[in-house]
């Protein structure tokens, strides 16, 4: 069967990012960017669902301006077989993401699509549930197993207070959650290899999307600073402060 | 225009995360109908019309809601939505898995974990793991938010008189099947609603060494916490993970022992009024937002605050 992965191009998760000075946008300028961590565990359970030869074929999406097809190189360096890009330089909204999934899901008719549970700069959690939505497909999200069986695939994911287990008819989509592997690292032969494998490119207006924002950011600023704390020596201080000072014990 | 608001429950009781995002919809607009969808949910639908501020309690009694499947739940939720100006649920896994669905159906884009309601369209929510705080303006008609609980005070559970409805309603989208549950026992208090959290990182080397941490909760009436690093060294289950992927706390007193303090776990629990940070790297970045640190071996100090409370 064949399986659609969606990797997004974010600021890497070890950059400490800030906001623009006049509170208009973060600054991601000069900043490096990478694969969304989820959706490298995404990439990742495709590649072994292939290699326990469930999956024929993986096919990697992301959307956004030209650069990410670096993202998907990697995506494709990791074991994915070919790439669409669906390139614009307009502001994508997850609405506007899950319907130009749709349009591609629609083309390429994959039995399974697996996403990140969310990215890390917008941390909206919404992309695969609204896929699920458009397509009427179940969906497993914050996956921390899959099992394919047949027809179906049973899904474990994490929940508070837990672990729920839910079984959805083929195709469905799943999410995942950090629990669900490991990612492995490209070797340089992959990466190599990659640059020779199909990468696609189309527009959301070729697939007939309407991506206009919904929701427009009027300022973005640093949280509150919390003020500068106190080193204390022992633990009866410790305890003192609590008690008298902070008075929460 | 009224306000949805999807009430989280297990059948039996309406859970605590319902009762602040009723705050978060009082911020917004006066006449809040509460959603109780479930299958035999009788008693949380009770317990749901004595909440204040409510003013009507939708009962979707049906198999089909038992386990609050997405798919099932959202499709119900976006048929009832269209009357609505605002649709809320709590930011938790089951509202994060349920309301995009149902935005979505609504093409509505939907606004995630809201921290503050600026105006009936305008929110304040955090991005970027918490290290920004973004102001949004939706110009769709219904406006689908999911609301972080540690952000709002909660309303009385008591003392409201809402009448009940109940809604004939019922599909079974029949793409997915509930298998099973397992869900962590604890007596410890439930850690997104603890008054005290005591959390424990890599430097406890061990699962056996949370031992020490279970004995100091107790003393506090405390609830116990992890780092991602001490899940993933299995030192406890994943449920007790505070983190931006984890649950996001915000307890009077958050007690960090032995952690770090990496920016994924800060963004769980930063907003938490005060913070003890025990580690014995006087270096480590958990020390920039403690109000009170102590720099010293957690094996020797945590029995000994354990003695001396």
Redesign the interface.
């Known amino acids: 069967m064949k399986v659609l992965v969606a990797v997004k191009r974010v600021?890497d998760?070890n950059v400490?990012?800030?906001?623009k000075a006049d509170g208009s946008d973060?600054d991601t300028a000069n900043v490096k960017m990478s694969i969304n961590p989820f959706c490298e565990i995404a990439v990742e359970e495709a590649v072994r669902l292939k290699e326990k030869g469930v999956v024929s074929e993986i096919v990697a999406v992301s959307m956004g301006p030209k650069q990410c097809q670096e993202q998907i190189r990697t995506a494709l360096a990791l074991g994915a077989d070919r790439g669409i890009l669906v390139e614009t330089d307009a502001e994508l909204?997850?609405?506007a993401v899950?319907k130009c999934l749709k349009a591609i899901v629609e083309k390429e008719e994959p039995q399974l699509v697996i996403l990140g549970?969310?990215s890390?700069?917008?941390?909206?959690?919404?992309?695969g549930?609204?896929?699920?939505?458009?397509t009427?497909?179940?969906?497993g999200?914050?996956a921390?197993e899959v099992t394919v069986e047949g027809e179906k695939v049973?899904v474990t994911?994490?929940?508070?207070?837990?672990?729920?287990?839910?079984?959805?008819?083929l195709p469905?989509i799943v999410t995942t959650?950090?629990?669900l592997n490991e990612p492995r690292y490209a070797s340089l032969p992959n990466i190599m290899k990659a640059k020779k494998k199909p990468l696609d490119t189309t527009t959301p207006d070729e697939l007939g999307v309407d991506i206009a924002?919904?929701?427009?950011?009027?300022?973005?600023?640093?949280?509150a600073e919390?003020k500068a704390?106190?080193?204390?020596?022992?633990?009866?201080e410790?305890?003192d402060?609590?008690k008298n000072e902070?008075k929460?014990? | 225009m009224s306000i949805l608001v999807i009430a989280e429950h297990d059948n039996a009781e309406i859970k605590g995360a319902t009762l602040n995002t009723i705050a978060a919809a009082k911020a917004i607009g006066d006449d809040i109908h509460l959603l109780v969808a479930g299958a035999n949910c009788a008693a949380a639908s009770e317990a749901a019309a004595k909440i204040e501020g409510v003013s009507k309690v939708l009962v979707a009694d049906n198999a089909a809601y038992e386990h609050q499947l997405a798919e099932n739940v959202a499709k119900l939720v976006a048929d009832l939505g269209k009357d609505y100006s605002h649709i809320l649920a709590p930011a938790t896994t089951t509202g994060k898995n349920m309301l995009p669905r149902a935005a979505a159906l609504l093409d509505v884009q939907p606004i995630s974990d809201i921290i503050a309601v600026e105006a009936a369209d305008t929110f304040k929510r955090p991005i970027y793991a918490g290290n920004v705080i973004a102001t949004v303006q939706s110009s769709d008609t219904i406006k689908v938010v999911t609301v972080r609980a540690t952000a709002f005070d909660p309303v009385a559970a008591e003392g409201g008189s809402a009448a009940v409805e109940s809604v004939t309603i019922a599909e079974d989208a029949g793409v997915s099947t509930f298998v099973g549950e397992e869900l962590a026992a604890s007596d410890r208090p439930e850690l997104t609603s603890a008054r005290v959290i005591v959390s424990g990182g890599r430097g406890m080397q061990s699962g056996e060494n949370f031992e020490m941490l279970y004995k100091l909760a107790d003393k506090l009436g405390a609830a116990v916490g992890a780092s991602r690093a001490a899940v993933d060294a299995g030192f406890v289950p994943n449920d007790m993970q505070v983190g931006q992927t984890g649950k996001i706390v915000a307890p009077d007193l958050y007690i960090a022992v032995g952690i770090s303090g990496a920016i994924q776990h800060l963004a769980g629990m930063k907003d938490s009024k005060v913070i003890v940070a025990i580690n014995k790297d006087e270096e480590a970045p958990i020390f920039s937002v403690a109000d009170y640190g102590l720099v010293d071996d957690l094996f020797k100090v945590i029995p000994e605050f354990e003695t001396k409370l």
């Open positions: 600021v998760y400490k990012v800030r906001p973060v909204q997850p609405l899950a549970k969310q890390i700069d917008g941390d909206n959690n919404q992309t549930q609204m896929l699920g939505a458009l009427g497909m179940g969906q999200t914050f921390s049973k994911r994490e929940i508070d207070g837990g672990l729920q287990t839910v079984e959805l008819k469905a959650d950090l629990r924002p919904r929701t427009k950011t009027l300022k973005v600023e640093p949280p919390r704390g106190v080193k204390v020596e022992s633990v009866d410790l305890v402060k609590l902070a929460v014990i």
